[in-house]
């Protein structure tokens, strides 16, 4: 079991974080483990009076669920069993499928290698972090991995066998069929949700990188990357110019080599700052381990399987990774066991997950105002949980201490996608749990 927070104040504090700057939160102190029993078991019908009477009456479209994170004894239900639209707290199902399967340290390989009749093969592997520049506006450690670099490297090979000159192709082979999902609105791209979803992207597949503000992204990613790659070769002493998609070569001479951050940075990342792009690419990765085509379809079948192997069998149906398709289901008790699991001292690889998550009033997703009101100010800094948001659906799923000090996995799961949902009502069920001495 992890802690949140060391210790609980009558007023927010900056809580522990896991000692990793590309969580960017308070880290005054780091996560410790702590007993799976520690604190008192609530009493459910306390709880479940004070929840209920936050959430109202029949016609309040709220699935929620709370349980006790060490035996997943549920302390309160409300539709739990019954799937609902996750939104991005699909992402928790995304990441822990993909620890559990490529592992905490796996990382994505971009390559450069020889090609044929002069060229070389820019190689995509599904990098998500890949960038052309100097440092990325979101960047943490460990370092993204580096097209400059990777140029550099390509541009030192060739020289020293002579080469001057060279067309740039490109091999994005690695991901298969479409680069959207069902389920998702032709709004997505043009409003910089996400790009389409392709084994060779740089910074994104972003149209400005350098200036955070300016989210539209490219129709092609890998034309791109590889114009971008021709460049930097040029700036390097090589020329280049941008050639065409191809295949490279089995055994061909590889000139050049960079690699992501492991792929606990990667979720952590991807938690914090609800990132579709790195969700999308982390869900590849396990379709590529379980040795499936890297799409969408097979990505999504790949991460219920490994589920299903740590016990979490029924309640999720997904068509990406990121949350983005509106036909993705998910159940609360669902979410709230996946919590649990990567909260839990039998799976260590999950972790990441938990220092991944944004912290209450003070991290990511989570960050003020949320969190600042009176009617959720008890679980700034208590709660730790993953956001989801479409249009009609607002969710919430995490992990809180109650005043007791037990540890709690929640899921709270609100809208139809038919009309306007109030976010700061989950965040208000989420401090009721921090705020219940209910034991």
Not at 201 to 206: F, I, L, M, P
Not at 247 to 271: D, N, T
Not at 302 to 309: R, T
Request: aromatic share 4%; net charge positive.
């Amino acid at each position: 079991m992890v802690k949140l927070t060391p210790e609980r104040h009558l007023s927010p504090q900056p809580p522990g974080v896991a000692v990793r700057d590309i969580v960017r939160a308070p880290a005054s102190t780091s996560i410790a483990a702590a007993d799976l029993t520690s604190g008192r078991l609530p009493n459910a019908s306390v709880l479940g009076g004070r929840l209920s009477t936050l959430i109202g009456g029949p016609e309040t479209k709220i699935n929620a669920v709370v349980i006790d994170a060490a035996t997943r004894r549920p302390l309160f239900e409300r539709h739990a069993d019954s799937p609902a639209t996750p939104a991005s707290t699909t992402k928790l199902v995304t990441s822990v499928a993909a620890l559990a399967s490529v592992g905490p340290e796996h990382r994505i390989t971009t390559q450069v290698v020889r090609g044929n009749g002069g060229g070389i093969v820019l190689v995509g592997g599904g990098d998500p972090t890949l960038t052309a520049l100097p440092t990325r506006p979101d960047a943490g450690h460990p370092p993204y991995a580096s097209l400059l670099d990777l140029a550099r490297q390509t541009a030192s090979a060739l020289k020293a066998a002579g080469v001057r000159r060279v067309r740039v192709d490109y091999d994005v082979s690695a991901y298969q069929g479409p680069r959207t999902a069902a389920g998702w609105k032709p709004n997505y791209m043009p409003d910089g949700e996400v790009a389409p979803v392709t084994a060779l992207t740089v910074d994104e597949g972003r149209v400005a990188p350098a200036d955070p503000s300016k989210k539209t992204r490219v129709s092609d990613p890998p034309a791109v990357a590889a114009g971008e790659f021709a460049r930097l070769l040029s700036m390097n002493g090589v020329g280049a110019k941008a050639g065409r998609r191809t295949f490279a070569q089995k055994g061909a001479v590889r000139l050049g080599a960079v690699q992501s951050p492991p792929m606990s940075a990667l979720v952590e990342h991807l938690l914090t700052d609800s990132d579709n792009d790195v969700a999308e690419a982390v869900a590849r990765q396990v379709a590529m381990k379980l040795g499936r085509p890297a799409s969408f379809a097979d990505a999504a079948q790949a991460v219920e399987q490994v589920l299903a192997k740590l016990g979490v069998e029924a309640g999720v149906l997904v068509n990406d990774g990121s949350g983005l398709s509106t036909r993705n289901r998910i159940s609360p008790v669902a979410l709230a066991r996946i919590v649990s699991l990567a909260a839990g001292e039998d799976h260590p690889e999950l972790r990441s997950v938990i220092t991944g998550l944004p912290i209450a009033g003070f991290s990511g997703t989570l960050s003020p105002p949320r969190y600042t009101v009176p009617s959720s100010r008890a679980g700034a800094g208590m709660v730790r949980a993953k956001t989801g948001t479409l249009a009609g659906v607002s969710t919430l799923a995490g992990l809180a201490y109650d005043a007791d000090g037990r540890l709690l996995a929640f899921a709270f799961m609100a809208g139809d996608g038919k009309g306007p949902v109030d976010p700061g009502r989950l965040d208000q069920l989420a401090a009721a749990v921090a705020a219940c001495g209910c034991g």
